[in-house]
């Protein structure tokens, strides 16, 4: 590639340099190298123009891309941003690679989303029939039904009519060859079968089979009842204490070669006398092995743990012909959370790289593809052979390689983001709103954070102050009343004892002031509602010390109609609560942001203000895209408020840091996400550090989040300028109130 003597002079101080000038030529090389499977000039199979729905191009794209991927290999995924559409795209790619046979998909989503799911079925794949997976068990389930049951769409409502059966009788062939010849007997066209994620893990009640020696040498000791003595592990034997609720079992190995062959010995068995049930995804995994075609698991970044959920993630990739996953935010900060979902989707592959399931392999993941940080502390102690006490710990911290990428992540999903769609989609705003403190409450604040300051100084590394002091000073400012006495932990090195201690002891203010940002959040909420615009508000602390509640009756003091969605209303019902309340003329509704942060389309609040944020990644990024979506018309407002100078802002800075580390991993790459590698390994962490050490005072949320701005303009360069934030077309605007010194500026920004 030729370039100018000017360019070639120019010095490259950092990597950003590099690529701003050989961008193209590396873009080129990329495309040569590594070409897709399916090129935009690629023609498009016939069965997207039979869809229902007709998709955007790049929804065509993904769709492609995962067909041909699914001619090579049983997995494949889709990550998609919060809005693309990524129920479309799995429906669109199972009914393009059938092309025109009769199949059945088994679709595994979140609780709140079954409805849904079957509606998106009908909307989209012709002649489809759809069934909901309510159970295997005897009786009906909480829910009122049991067994598999037929839904269809009336007057755009899911009831449960046609047929009804149950996982049981689908095992049986009958008089054909086999269940699934029997099955399409039955139903010739395609079919889709949905389940909740939490009943496809509901199994069966156990308990425990151990019995306790009444004579003989092992007098008083729990035993196996299959060998008569004790359960033995590395270096004691299992005692009564240890069986709660974790299973335990034993491989019985005989003495000599003559005896019986060694034996799996669980100590726990199925509880009869409570209610008789079977997980359905283990039930299909044992006896419906080659029935499903297609396997969606939606939200699977929610199954990366070591959980039923995510073991049914395993069963359903194992059962199923063909896998699909799909994601709005595969990856929080940290390279070890793919491990699990990696492993399940394929562990013959993960075998064949030299990782091993469990944490020894887990830790091999963490040190390939992590980044991992070794901490050896050295202490003054009066040994026999040295004066010091060395001790070695190892921490993660957020970062990926970019080589889990090209190895797992490349071949394995299409990425499709909500820019490759945006030309049908209304503007995006979101903004940080810093807003300064009451006199009194400034005054209190401070007086605690230096009492935290010092808390935080004398017990260094105390797991428990660093808790109670950070979230204390997270809901203080917005709490500022019965916080109570902070008290944490520390072991008393003389008599070993767990020793409770005073962190801090703030006062509690006024409960029937109004405070800075309690009045900036009822302004807000009063201007996009004088412009017709429905307001959704988060808010963290929901639980003893609640502030929704009280956000309530400030809204309902000035004659706003809000309500409150909490977690007493079941995820399946949340969205028939919404449409409940919409028509009864609720204007703000207020909830915890993971109460609605899959699957809820919030198209009628066009405006989402974050009064508290939290510390998730995941969480926040799920949350602020409710709104803007297919189907949306108006422009999207998404506002954060915070505290200016106070451990609110220093949360929602960090939060910026890490997501751009978990950008990186879907192809969004920015200098700062490199540099977030540097950071702590948890948000709380970071904010004791700077607390302590006074770093990053100067560098506000806003100037982070801002770096995230520049980067969507950069990628949007030909896109039109944003439109104004609402179109009032010939209605005058009321005179609205400008940020003062005091409140602080309210800075446009892209979170994506």
């Known amino acids: 590639t030729s370039c100018t003597t000017h360019e070639v002079l120019m010095p490259m101080t950092s990597i950003n340099d590099y690529l701003r000038r050989y961008g193209s030529a590396l873009g080129h090389r990329v495309l040569a190298q590594f070409p897709p499977l399916h090129a935009p000039e690629d023609p498009l199979a016939d069965e997207l123009r039979q869809l229902k729905r007709r998709p955007f191009p790049a929804q065509a794209l993904a769709i492609m891309g995962i067909v041909k991927r699914w001619r090579e290999a049983r997995c494949a995924g889709a990550v998609a941003e919060c809005g693309t559409g990524k129920t479309l795209i799995s429906l669109g790619s199972v009914y393009a690679h059938a092309e025109g046979r009769p199949f059945t998909a088994l679709a595994m989503v979140p609780p709140q989303l079954v409805e849904k799911w079957a509606r998106e079925c009908f909307l989209t794949i012709p002649g489809v029939r759809v069934f909901v997976i309510d159970g295997v068990r005897n009786g009906v389930g909480s829910n009122g ?35 699934r010849a029997k099955w399409q007997a039955t139903v010739q066209g395609p079919s889709v079968f949905v389940v909740s994620r939490e009943r496809a893990k509901l199994g069966y009640f156990w308990r425990h089979v151990i019995r306790s020696a009444g004579s003989g040498p092992f007098l008083g000791n729990v035993i196996n009842p299959d060998t008569g003595r004790p359960v033995m592990t590395s270096d004691d034997q299992l005692r009564r204490a240890d069986f709660r609720k974790v299973k335990h079992s034993e491989v019985v190995i005989p003495e000599t070669n003559r005896d019986r062959r060694p034996f799996f010995s669980p100590l726990w068995q199925a509880d009869n006398q409570k209610i008789q049930r079977m997980a359905p995804v283990e039930f299909i995994g044992r006896y419906l092995k080659g029935f499903f075609d297609y396997g969606i698991a939606d939200e699977v970044h929610e199954l990366k743990g070591e959980t039923a959920q995510g073991n049914a993630l395993g069963t359903l990739a194992a059962t199923c012909g063909r896998t699909v996953i799909l994601t709005g935010t595969l990856l929080g900060g940290y390279a070890d959370e793919l491990f699990n979902i990696l492993y399940r989707l394929d562990a013959r592959a993960m075998r064949e790289d030299g990782f091993d399931h469990g944490e020894g392999g887990l830790r091999q993941f963490a040190e390939a593809y992590g980044v991992l940080e070794k901490v050896t502390t050295i202490e003054e102690s009066e040994n026999s052979c040295s004066k010091a006490r060395v001790s070695t710990t190892v921490k993660r911290r957020p970062g990926a390689s970019p080589l889990l990428f090209g190895k797992y992540l490349m071949n394995l999903a299409a990425f499709v983001s909500l820019e490759d769609i945006s030309d049908a989609l209304p503007s995006y705003v979101e903004e940080v709103i810093s807003v300064e403190m009451d006199a009194d409450l400034k005054k209190a604040y401070s007086d605690l954070e230096s009492d935290i300051r010092e808390a935080l100084r004398e017990h260094h590394g105390n797991a428990s102050v660093i808790s109670t002091a950070m979230n204390a000073l997270l809901l203080y400012p917005d709490r500022p009343f019965g916080l109570g006495t902070l008290y944490g932990y520390a072991l008393n090195p003389e008599s070993g004892e767990r020793e409770r201690f005073v962190i801090a002891d703030p006062p509690d203010l006024d409960e029937t002031a109004h405070y800075a940002k309690e009045r ?24 003893k010390r609640d502030v929704t509640r009280r956000l309530q009756s400030i809204l309902q003091e000035a004659g706003i109609r809000a309500e409150v969605l909490t977690a007493d209303t079941p995820p399946e019902q949340r969205e028939a609560w919404y449409e409940r309340h919409l028509r009864s003329g609720m204007q703000v509704c207020i909830c915890h942001p993971k109460l ?31 709104s803007w979506r297919i189907g949306q018309k108006r422009p999207v407002r998404v506002g954060f408020l915070t505290y200016a100078g106070t451990a609110q802002e220093s949360c929602l800075r960090l939060m910026g840091k890490k997501l751009l580390v978990s950008l990186a991993m879907e192809g969004k790459l920015q200098a700062e996400g490199l540099q977030a590698i540097d950071e702590d390994d948890d948000v709380l962490t970071a904010m004791a550090r700077e607390l302590v050490t006074r770093q990053g005072v100067g560098e506000a949320a806003a100037e982070v989040w801002r770096s995230l701005q520049q980067q969507a303009t950069q990628e949007k360069a030909t896109t039109p300028v944003i439109e104004p934030l609402i179109d009032l077309g010939s209605t005058p605007e009321p005179e609205m109130p400008m940020p003062t010194a005091a409140m602080g500026p309210a800075v446009q920004l892209s979170l994506f």
Do not use: K, M, W
């Open 145 to 179: 039904f049991s067994g598999v049951n037929e839904v269809r769409l009336r007057n755009g409502r899911i009831v449960r009519e046609g047929l009804r059966t149950t996982l049981s009788e689908l095992r049986l062939a009958g008089n054909h060859r086999c269940a």
């Open 520 to 543: 900036r959040l009822l302004e807000e909420v009063q201007r996009e509602l004088a412009h017709g615009r429905r307001v959704q508000v988060y808010a963290v602390y929901t639980q």
């Open 596 to 626: 609605v942060q899959t699957g809820l389309d919030l198209l009628e609040f066009p405006t989402i203000l974050f009064y508290e944020t939290g510390y998730s990644t995941y969480v926040l990024r799920q949350a602020s895209r409710r």
